[in-house]
């Protein structure tokens, strides 16, 4: 996976995520179905105890392109939450001087904007 940035689709995962998202919309697809959609996409090849790093991105994704599409759901904003808590996506940004402390403050920000949603 690729990063290039410290903002919220500043990666591979969440961009991936972000446009399958829209395109699935622009078929037709209900939120809920495009949501499941890409869910059981990355269940199937990732495990979410396993993989932490990968399937908090896909959260974290699908939880801010729902909210500026304003329709996020509950179980994603819930899960977001409780994934950024868990810090579970910074491993990514710990090494050498790749924005650490700006994602921290990046998914912090998210956070509270998923909180007051």
Do not use: H, P
């Amino acid at each position: 996976m690729g990063t290039w940035g410290t903002g919220i689709f500043d990666d591979d995962t969440t961009c991936e995520v972000k446009e399958n998202f829209i395109d699935y919309l622009n078929e037709g697809k209900t939120v809920e179905e495009a949501t499941q959609i890409i869910l059981e996409e990355y269940f199937d090849e990732f495990n979410m105890d396993e993989d932490l790093e990968v399937m908090s991105l896909v959260f974290i994704g699908l939880s801010a392109i729902q909210m500026e599409k304003n329709c996020l759901q509950e179980q994603v904003r819930s899960n977001t939450i409780n994934l950024i808590e868990r810090g579970a996506d910074l491993e990514l940004w710990e090494d050498g001087d790749n924005g650490y402390e700006e994602r921290k403050k990046v998914l912090s920000e998210l956070k509270q904007k998923l909180m007051n949603f």
